[in-house]
Structures are given as C-alpha cells and as structure tokens.
C-alpha cells in the first residue's frame, strides 16, 4: 500500500462518522493507531457528554479529558452539575440537554464546545494517528461552536456531509486562527438564510490569547453523492474542501435521494438509476482526492476504488459492528446473527427521517422499526437536533421538526402529512449506544439502529458470529489488498 497519495500523507482507509456515539472515540482511536483516519461522530456530542457523566463516566475518561480543557473553571463547573458517582438510578431521568437554537447566547454553546474537545481530546490520546470528525449540514446552529471544540483539541480532519458544506471550508481556516466567524443558518420559508455570530472569546475569554498561533485548520472533507455537488463548491477558494467522500446511496445513515421523480421498488426504498451512478473520471480531474463510500468493504472494492483514480475508500458499517463500535453490544450482536441467518432486512426508508433524506433503518425486533415499537411510541421533542428554523408570525424564529407531536407541528405552520412515518432519531439513536431517556413508569426511549445495505464482509470477518476488532479490519484489507496487488505484477 505504497502508492502515490499514501505517500502523500492520505489515508487510504477513513472510518465513517456514524450515528450518535456509534463511532465515539474509542473507535476512531483504534483505527487512529493502525495510521487510517479515525472519525468520532460529531453530532449531539453535548447530551453523550452529560449522559456519559450521569451514569458514572465508567473509567474516568470523560473527567481526564475534562481536566485537559483549557479553561478549568467552566470543565469543573459541568462536572460538578452533571457527574454522579456511581451513576443516577435505573429508574432516574437523565438531566435534560440545553436545546441547541440560532441565538448568540445560547446556553447550549459553551457545552457543545467542551463535549467536542473531550471526544476528539481521547479520540487522540495516546498515539499520532490522524483523528477526525463527523458533522451534519443540517445542524447548522451548532456547526461552529461544535468544530471549534474539536479544533481545540486538535482535529486533522472534518467531514461533513447532509447537505451542501459550501461555508465549511472558510469557516474552519477562521477558527483555526481563533477568530469570530458568521454561520449561515437556512430559515423555512425565508429567501435568506439568518446569520449567526460564534466568537470563541465568549466560551473562552481571557484564555483564547493564550492559543493564538497554536491551533492548527483542520483539512475539510466534503461528503457527496455526485461530482456535480464536488464542482459546485470547488469553483470557488472560500468553499473548496481539501478533498470530497463519494458516497453511495447503499452506505448506512442518511444517503442523497435519487436524481428526478421520486419512485419506489416493491419494498418501499427509493428507485435509483444511471443518473445517481457517480463519474469517478471527472471526480478526478477537479484535482482533489478523493475516497469511495458505500457498500466499498472489502479489498476488492478497495483495489478497484484506487484504481479509478480514489485515494481510498470510507467504510462504516464493518467498524459499526467491531468490539470497539458505540453500538448497544446487544444490538450489535443480533444485527450479526441476523445477517449470517440471512434474516436482516436493511430498509432505505425516505419517510424516516426528519430530514427528509432517505435513511437506512435495520428491522430489528423492539427497535422503532417494529411495527409494534415505532408507531406506539409516545411523539416528544426533547432533543432538537434535527429542528428546522422558521419564522414566527411575530417575525421571531421558531424550530419545528415532523417527528414532533403532530398538533404542535401544525400549530408551528408545519403540514400534517409530512409527520407520517416519521421517527425520532435523536432519541432513538441515543437508545442505540445505551443512553436513551428514561420515561415515566418505567419506560425507555427505544433504539433507532442504522447500518448499510452490503454487510458480506461479515462472512469474511466474523463467520461463526464472533468479535472482531477495527485492527482486524485494517490487517484484512492491508493484506487482501497488497495480494491482489502483487498477483497483478
């Protein structure tokens, strides 16, 4: 695997930023240490914070990354509110999460700042693998103070993807000099979107001197589904990433949906045809690397992704299920074994999700996409992630979001239809890597559990079922790879 761009410094391997806490650090850290990218989840990093410290912080890791933040006051401050030696009770609620909005004063900031710098702080400790992190475009109110936390921490990489990142780039080359940057935020029904002020020197005053000239801009990753998008933001030097994820529609989570007329196939997952088939020639020539993803597992796909001109490939799933993955170890477990039994159904759900992005949902038993779990779960928005900004009639801004109680999301100006099928993930998602809210009478938010749609590498990896781990993956690809290499000399 000596080729051009690995000499280059590239990864030939990035481990997807996947769900909330799926891909936390103790896996980004492992593939850290192999020298491929590593990537934590960057999304509701805030609620796995508290959540992690109201259950004990098992292992102290959350309280020695906390000792590292660099204003102590404010790391000591959130400790002593949120940690509880021991943990909270197994009936006991969970404290509940600032709702991140589009305000300048919003509480939520200065913990999605510190919740970031821990992630990523113990996602590099111990090692000088290159770390990176994972956000949503379509979180957009909490996109700078988010990528300034992980800055401080010292992050090689940002990946966004669920949307179009064009203010990524420039926004990134600012905090990296600790200066006050404007974050466009998209308003429903609004020909322009609300600007957002984020200074840093208002999360960490006085301090913020000390760092200046010492934080280094992290390279930004553009996550697309066409060479269209990766032309649209390589015209211009204020929205250019240093390279693109090519993803297909068959990678777990969100994906793009299909180019013209929305159709679905007899199962209900959106139809996609020639013209969602990406052009690797002209990702090419644009002049950035690039990397490969969805359903890319294993070393063929890696040969033949490097072949057509990619750096590498992205792979998320096949690190979903190792032993170091976030996922509930019994979730994990069954989407194993219904898999090699040839009993996992994976849909590409467009209803799903908030979003409105089709959004890759694993049918499991007791999970939301049971027809007896999802649709007798009590509709509540906590949370707020996935919240859509709209304007009030008093001329103020608003957040709705199509999984909320359906009366509130028509009183707020949203349509009826567009609540159906709806699911909650940022509840959901949480149930998934075990910190779901506890509801009265002894109810417990149940999981959401994505994964992708081509799971063969499991027979390769795990076919009696049993653990692997993110190294295992590395050494398999490594070697499949160079052999494949060598018989072609």
């Known amino acids: 695997m000596n080729e051009t761009r690995a000499a280059a410094g590239l990864p030939w391997l990035i ?16 593939v850290a240490r192999t020298g491929q990218l590593g990537v934590v989840s960057g999304t509701a990093l805030d609620t796995v914070l508290i959540r992690v410290l109201q259950s004990g912080d098992p292992g102290g890791h959350l309280r020695r990354a906390l000792a590292a933040f660099p204003v102590p006051e404010l790391a000591d401050a959130l400790r002593e509110r949120y940690f509880v030696e021991g943990g909270i009770g197994p009936g006991e609620r969970f404290a509940a999460t600032p709702m991140m909005t589009a305000d300048e004063t919003c509480p939520s900031r200065p ?12 996602a590099r400790e111990g090692h000088d693998g290159p770390v ?26 940002v990946l966004v993807g669920a949307g179009i990142p064009a203010q990524i780039p420039g926004t990134a080359t600012r905090l990296a000099r600790a200066e006050p940057v404007t974050v466009r935020v998209d308003v429903a029904g609004d020909d322009q979107p609300h600007e957002l002020r984020f200074d840093p020197a208002s999360v960490l005053g006085g301090a913020l001197a000390g760092l200046t000239g010492r934080l280094r801009r992290p390279r930004v990753l553009a ?27 068959r990678a777990g989570g969100h994906s793009a949906p299909p180019r013209g007329p929305l159709s679905l196939d007899g199962s209900g997952d959106p139809v996609y045809g020639p013209r969602d088939t990406p052009d690797y020639a002209r990702m090419t020539r644009l002049g950035l690397p690039f990397w490969i993803a969805g359903g890319q597992c294993g070393p063929r796909q890696l040969r033949e992704a490097r072949a057509a001109g990619a750096a590498g490939v992205q792979l998320g799933s096949v690190f979903a299920l190792c032993e ?5 170890a019994g979730l994990r477990q069954r989407l194993v074994e219904r898999e090699l039994t040839g009993g996992l159904l994976v849909r590409n759900d467009p209803a799903a999700s908030p979003t409105s992005f089709p959004f890759k949902v694993a049918d499991l038993p007791g999970t939301l996409a049971d027809p007896g779990v999802g649709p007798a779960r009590a509709r509540v928005c906590d ?13 103020t801004l608003g957040y709705r979001c199509p999984a909320e109680p359906q009366a509130a999301y028509v009183r707020k100006g949203g349509e009826a239809g567009h609540t159906e099928g709806r699911h909650c ?10 910190l779901g809210q506890r509801r009265p009478r002894g109810a417990v938010e149940p999981p959401v559990v994505t994964i992708g749609q081509d799971l063969d ?14 190294g295992a993956v590395v050494r398999w690809l490594r070697a499949g790879a160079d052999e494949t290499a060598a018989s072609h000399v």
Request: with cysteine; charged share 15%.
């Open 132 to 157: 990176g992190v994972n956000y949503l475009e379509k979180v957009q109110p909490a996109t700078a103070p988010a990528m300034f936390g992980a800055i401080l921490a010292g992050v090689d990489y």
């Open 15 to 30: 481990q997807g930023g996947m769900g909330v806490g799926v891909s936390g650090w103790r896996l980004a850290r492992a």
């Open 223 to 249: 996550i697309v589904s066409l060479p269209a998008l990766a032309a649209y933001l390589n015209r211009d030097q204020e929205t250019r990433p240093d390279g693109f994820v090519v993803e297909g529609h």
């Open 457 to 470: 590498f499991l027979r390769h990896l795990a076919p009696d079922g049993g653990p692997y781990s993110a």
């Open 111 to 122: 913990l999605t700042v510190i919740a970031n710098f821990c992630e990523v702080w113990l």
């Open 383 to 395: 949370l707020g992630y996935l919240r859509t900004p709209y304007r009030t009639p008093q001329g």
């Open 425 to 434: 993930l940022c509840n959901g998602l949480l149930a998934a890597v075990g």
């Open 324 to 328: 170091e993955s976030g996922l509930d």
